[in-house]
């Protein structure tokens, strides 16, 4: 995609003269885009490479010359300027330098006396802009005005007073990312950029206000907490681990402990912005229920001696197990380097990825999707550079069965992106210019690129919507069958008809009756059968439809009525090309599609597995080797059994959960900020994370673990990699293609610096506990790795995995342009798209022998009971806490609104709740509580929950209504106490943490790393 | 090394003679002449008030730490013998939560105080710093906070700076500080 886009880009050229020195520009962007595409330094603050330009703050003031004989000039806007062929502009001429220093004299005459104690000092645009412009005293000697801040959460800070007004927060908060709760208020030198009234903000990308305000009015609450500048924070290129997409970003780590996420910049993927379960999420790594020692070994070697690693005393007390038969289960959570050295530590027919019956189904019909539909970047999909005639923007976009702005919110930023580009469209025939944004929203306002919504819950994409439906899954798969029957006789027929006639004839149909397409709309309700009619019409006559789903409906019939919507809509004629994107459930689930065939193991096998050996008293006796495994969709009877009935459970976990409490040993593992390897986003990407820091023993990253295993448990010697990029040259000679794809990426030999060239402390922070310095930064540990725990080395820009971005006279992150190849284009050092290949098996034949579905529900059955009086339970728990891992955050755990469910009327008249009632419900055995909002578009047998307990993996459950009852009063006692407790722990949790990392400051692990050679063994080659 | 004829054998002689004598005169008059050499340690040398020695960290007017923890001394220190870690207190204020000087590699430049945007840093003519063990030499907050203003005898950055915190137990406000307007009534509806 990106080669196509530059491709494009390159016909656009012309020359425009800056200083009488020609340059080469494009004219599908502005002229300031264009200047600092050729890495030339022109002072902005309100234009920003993704949202346009408005002409707010006169910073970027240029001089144009009429020709070359002009020697005045005027002064232009460059960000409102076209370029245009033979140009002359002046950037260091003395009358737009004079100005522009000042728009920043003005700018400072209210700004505060503050730098010191602002977060953003060291990255401030504002403090690069001033130097820039030459601005170096203050002459107005007037009072400076001042604004009271808000409260707006507990993950930004405001500080209102800093603010220099070039609306960048309102335009990205309210007309980027579609909050509502976010504005602008005031007039002339009052403005003020705020909520309404105090209060949190709402939106899920909030955390983008701290890297867009080009100075410290929005500010990082948790960073700020346990706060250190940029210049010293030690970072590395990662990946998120919070859902499917695989957002880059930049994890800073001091003292030993993890400080922030920062936006990676990513051509194809996240681009300047992430989520806010993403960018504060990583604080789970620093939470209470991380596990710090290893627990079950004997006390030698379990003793909490934070550092130590005692490799002789783990083997002899590991070796006492080497009997026993292992099954070995894998996670999505868990990089893929690990999961592939587990499959070959415990043998494939011991492998499981510890999914059920009905995810094992899920899985494979997922893997079937990839494999057919080749998945779009997030860049892609939007076409933000979107000239050419060749790519083609999405004119229709449908979601079905998956609330993204829950489960991928950094997606459902983009889909709102897609929603915006007949606006432009609109907009580029009266000759406005994408990127002049104020212009577009102005003259296309309210124009909307046709979006349809089927889904089980509603969504903020609601209102949006040509039409919405909210529905429970199997009327959602009658309606795509539906649809999809629709459109094959439209097809059939070779004639594309006009929406309307579309509509009157089956108006006419349904009216006269016997027709076809009544036949196929007799299972729908009128409501449906209209919205099923207007999607197909719609879809008939879109080129570039975009078909979102996902899996966490958990529902393999609807992948599967999905997949046949697809086929039928291929088919079309030539000049359509529909576009599908299935968002997976975590970070690693599509590289797990990668192990998956049809000889794995699904949990109930493997609980039968055990069961079996157990009555049978089978030698060896079964045991389990669990990676990154919480196992949250079983039942506590599953749960119980398979505890019971396996020998030893060894767990390695990196964070407290069901399992780790029921295991006989835990293995404490690193978490993503200390841990190298391989995450597969929902495109099949392969994408490198890397660690920021190395992990106090006896945490010990995933194949770390496993390769002590192999040697000691296993008595596979081979298989104890001294680095990943040994284990990575094993599989690659065993002629394993993701091992070659990796390494060819990997190879490069420059090493990268993790830490800034200004940082500070080197010979003080160790000092306290010996003066006398130790080699701290420890390369033979990493020595392959390509990044050094180090300020001396290459430059972060030396390759595409930046770790931070800098460039000379640009702190802040705005820097990135400097490394691109132009203003929102791909990185200089860009190598090819890592895409792993998911080839089918024979199984997936379906001409061979019976259907696919046959064959699925033969090898993995899974029951599903329809009785009526059910209700189906969907997850609506809110986006922060829709992941495992971000639960662990205190800060999330304080905005979750307690226990709630939501119930449609028909429900709520039958048994007498009203809203603010409490409610008992029982999932798998376990008693909940909730609070009742009754909520009037569900349909009868939908239930919504947001319960704090309930993994996001339990979603689609059917239940009776006799799992629902009222609570007695003691109940509701109990739900209260409950509700309040939840909210003084995470208080209270909130301050250990920071008492504990301001403990950990004192006593930098750094200094232990010294010792790797004598206890750790392996990790030295 | 030339032959000495019996002239110059005579008058060098006599140099030698005379260059002893006057020796000894000197001597004998420099016994009553006073000394240079200051008796250190009884007796201490005078440095001026901006003398780089030891670094301490000194208080504002009002008795409150001046230093905010910016971290601008520890990125200009060439040693990098600077390490420190801010932390925000209920008062609104921002402190060092561990504030350490490495001594043994500190080569007294001044830098910091140069870069100090709160005069907090300060380089003060104290030279003794002679440790037997050099783990001695580590100074913490404690070790360099000084009951004083030092140099500086008004500056508070409190007083100056946007922010809200505690001034001598009451509460300085937005727009309390120097040149500040009240803040602004944002639902007012005068133009």
Redesign the interface.
Known sequence: MSDDVSGKMQNNRVTVYIDDVPYQLSTDNNLLAGVLSNKLNLPYFCWHPSLGSVGACRQCAVTQYMDENDSRGRLVMSCMTPVVDGMRIGLTDKASAKFRQQVIAAMMTNHPHDCPVCAEGGECHLQDMTVMTGHSARQYRGEKRTFTNQYLGELVGHEMNRCITCYRCVRFYKDYAGGKDFDVFGSRNQVYFGRQKDGVLESAFSGNLVEVCPTGVFTNKLFSAHYTRKWDLQSAPSVCAHCSIGCNTSIGERYGSVRRVMNRYNHELNGYFLCDRGRFGIGFVNSMARIRTIKGVNSKVGEPSVGVFNEKSFAKAINEHSGESFIGIGSARASFEANRLLKCLVGKENFSLGYTNLEMQLALRHKQLLAQYPQQSLTGMEHRVHQGSEAKEHDLVVLIGENIAQTAPRLALTIKQVLRNSARDKADSIGVKHWQDSAVRTYAGNTTTPLFSLQAQQSEFDQQANGALILSVAQIITCIDCLTAMLQTEFNSHVVLPLKTLQSKTVASVNQGGSRQESITKDLSDQESKFTLLLASTLSQAKTPLIVTGLSLKSPQLLHAIDNLMSCLSQKSHGFAPELTVVAPECNSVGNLHFLNEHNLSIEQVIEYCSASYHENKIPRTSLLILEQDLAQLSAQQLQQLRQHCKTMIVLEHTNNQLTKMADIVLPVAAVSESNGHFVNYQGRLQRFSSAHIAVKPIMENWVWLGLLAKHLFTQQELNFASLTQLQLFFAKHGEAWALQVLTCQQQNRRVARQTHRASGRTAMTANQSVHENKTFLENSNSQEGLRYSMEGDDANSSHNMPYTWAPAWNSNQAIFQHQQEVNGVLNHQGNENLLNLSLSVFFDDTHEASVEDKLDKLWPCKVFKRDGELTIIQNIPWFLAEQQSHNLPEFVLMFAGNSIEISTEITRKNGYCTGDILKITINEQQMFAKVRVNKSLTKNVVLVSLFDLPMSINNLNITAKNISKATTEEVTVFQQVEGDRRKTAQQEKADILIRLKKQDQTVPITFFSDESKSGGNTNG | MGKFSKQSTVSAAFDMIFSQLRTMALVLKHTFTKADTVEYPEQKPYLAPRYRGRIVLTRDPDGEERC?A???C??A?P??????????DDDGR?RA??F???F??CIFCGFCEEAC??YAIQLTPDIELAEYD??N??Y?KEHLLINGVGKYHDYS?YR?????VDINGERKA??DAQ??????D??GLM?
Not at chain 2, 79 to 88: E, F, G, K, P, S
Not at chain 2, 160 to 164: E, K, T
């Open positions: 905010v910016c971290n601008l520890a990125a220190c040693v990098d013998c600077i390490a420190l870690q801010q932390t925000v921002k939560d561990f350490r000087i490495n043994s590699r945007p709160t050099r783990q030499l580590v913490e950055f100056h700076s946007g922010i809200a937005k727009g040149q500040e307007k009240p803040p602004i944002i639902k133009p």
